[in-house]
């Protein structure tokens, strides 16, 4: 977002304008942004023969999928659903990585016959995948490695007590299945968590990689998973991309001058390609001052951006419609009968009923992840790209609240 003398610009685009087309709340995407944070990742893996699957769940839709596509993103899917998606994008089904996690036999089959790269992690499906399909069908394996990656552990994922991947004290368990039912193997996957900033968590998770891989000969590739950060604050440390990238490019090698097998590198960003694109319009629709805190109450809520509820996230929020207010103290809320506090104890310029806030780096997690809880509508998505504004979602109607409920007879 840009400053400009006529107001905000969101790629471009001034802000009254984008208010006064499609209304709030309203999720923007800087398409640009997407591409940019794309090429970054392409570039700094370069020399790994890099395969970037974006994890669709951090935001589904599907004109952001189809332009991640048509800029050489493949991608990573948790759900059949999600892999539809993906298929109706035009992805081609072997770009896509089905990363399943406690789901049954009968969804995974699906993707089997949809022709996706499945990845399963617990030693339970491993059994029925082996008993259905011998070695006619390949199967990545997601690890647990046993490491408490990031500073928030409500988003790390590969710890001892997290419910994700196969923890690595069963590999005994692991090679029995593939004994006794021709398992074949193609790759081998961990996913730490999101927001790992630390290069060294990277370079823990390849030593593992690397050195099952050895006993697994059919293993094509190597995934990394997401996790890649960036900054929601000011002075926020980044995941050192070009750094990750020049290290794994050296174990890439030397595995295969080791064995000679040539690995691909797979990863799956979400927040590093969308978060920071993405921002949550919303109008302030009052201003309580209360004797101890100001509130500031806008027309958006959990129901559209969970995270800070969630996660605790920190989300930057701006008053974007006026530039030149005194700065105060503020709290803002949302219009959703929880408390929903989206921001404590902010520096804002003046806020006056009827201001637009934007909330930033709400790309990803964001409306992937809204509801219509308290029956409000979820908002509308629009993508700048090209310096054009396109609707790329409708806000809901009363027909979708209603959609799919029957009444009943009394
Ligand atoms: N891959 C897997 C398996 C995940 O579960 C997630 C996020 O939950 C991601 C990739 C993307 O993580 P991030 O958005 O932090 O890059």
Redesign the pocket.
Known sequence: MQFAQDGYKVSGINISELKAHFGTPLYVYDGEKIIEQLKKLQTAFAGCDVKVKF?A??LTNISILKLLKKNGSGV?V?SINEARLALKAGFEANEIMF?S?CIDLEEVSEGVSLGLNI?LDNLSILEHFGKKYGNSYPCCL?LNPSILAGGNYK?S?GHKLSK?GIPIEQLDQINALIDRYYIKVNGL?I?T????SDTEVFLKMASILFEWAKDFSNVKFLDF?????VAYKAGDKETNVDEIGTHLEKLFEQFESATGRKLQMWI??????V?DAGYLLTKVNTVKRNPTVTFVGVNTGLNHLIRPMMYDAYHEIENVTNLTGVQETYTVVGNICETDTLGSDRKLNEVREGDILAIKNAG??GYSMASNYNSRFRPAEVLIYKGKAQLIRERDTFEDILRGQVEAEF
């Open positions: 994890a769940k951090a990573d948790v990363t996690n990845n997601r988003i994922t994700f996957h996913h968590g999101s927001e790992i998973g997401g996790g890649f950060k799956e960003p979400g927040k590093f390609l978060s990803a997690y």
